[in-house]
T-cell receptor
Framework: GAGVSQSPSNKVTEKGKDVELRCDPISGHTALYWYRQSLGQGLEFLIYFQGNSAPDKSGLPSDRFSAERTGGSVSTLTIQRTQQEDSAVYLC?????????????FGDGTRLSIL | GESVGLHLPTLSVQEGDNSIINCAYSNSASDYFIWYKQESGKGPQFIIDIRSNMDKRQGQRVTVLLNKTVKHLSLQIAATQPGDSAVYFCAESLSQGAQKLVFGQGTRLTINP
């Protein structure tokens, strides 16, 4: 079946521009997560959506970062006034939420380069 | 989170040998653990998970061991193959609050022919 889909796969933009990254989760997965992976490092949690609950934004590094999830499915991560330190791979994951813990399944990410 | 850098710990093994990748997790309150495999240019791929009420779980060619006393997790890969070459991450999750994952720094596994 289809996995998590992210677009674009690569994005190069100039410092100061805004960017929008998209994530299509696995169909039926109610939980959606955004992570950031800097070169050669582990993943850093950014934000988590679950159903109609208020999102957990505790990982967003600054107020330039925001995310929304429309209709409980597709999510967009927006970075305003991009800085060079925003260069990273942005990964989206989704999971089922049930009575037990469910693994998160990741897309292949958007590689963002800020010039 | 752990301090990380550009130089990941590396494990080199001969093709056909067994591999053991270790991970020390940070929070004694974590109750769910996952191992992921990440190949170059790809997102992390789920391998196996384990809950804190277990100390061992087996999958196809992989076994995860959990030692809560010393907060240690290991991934054993049997009869490693060239396709097992990748970076392996462990991740932990707390029982309370959001189900976000906290990732370790990763270990690069290289298979020698």
């Amino acid at each position: 079946g289809a996995g998590v889909s992210q677009s674009p796969s690569n994005k190069v933009t100039e410092k100061g521009k805004d960017v929008e990254l998209r994530c299509d989760p696995i169909s039926g997965h109610t939980a959606l997560y955004w992570y950031r992976q800097s070169l050669g490092q582990g993943l850093e949690f950014l934000i988590y959506f679950q159903g109609n609950s208020a999102p957990d934004k505790s990982g967003l590094p600054s107020d330039r970062f925001s995310a929304e999830r429309t209709g409980g499915s597709v999510s967009t991560l927006t970075i305003q006034r991009t800085q060079q330190e925003d260069s990273a791979v942005y990964l989206c994951a989704s999971s089922l939420v049930g009575t037990g813990r469910q693994p998160q399944h990741f897309g292949d990410g958007t590689r963002l380069s800020i010039l | 989170g752990e301090s990380v850098g550009l130089h990941l710990p590396t494990l080199s093994v001969q093709e056909g040998d067994n591999s053991i990748i270790n991970c020390a997790y940070s929070n004694s309150a974590s109750d769910y653990f996952i191992w992921y495999k990440q190949e170059s240019g790809k997102g992390p791929q789920f391998i196996i998970d384990i809950r804190s009420n277990m100390d061992k779980r087996q999958g196809q060619r992989v076994t995860v061991l959990l030692n809560k006393t010393v907060k240690h997790l290991s991934l054993q890969i049997a009869a490693t193959q060239p396709g097992d070459s990748a970076v392996y991450f462990c991740a932990e999750s707390l029982s309370q609050g959001a189900q976000k994952l906290v990732f370790g720094q990763g270990t690069r596994l290289t298979i020698n022919p």
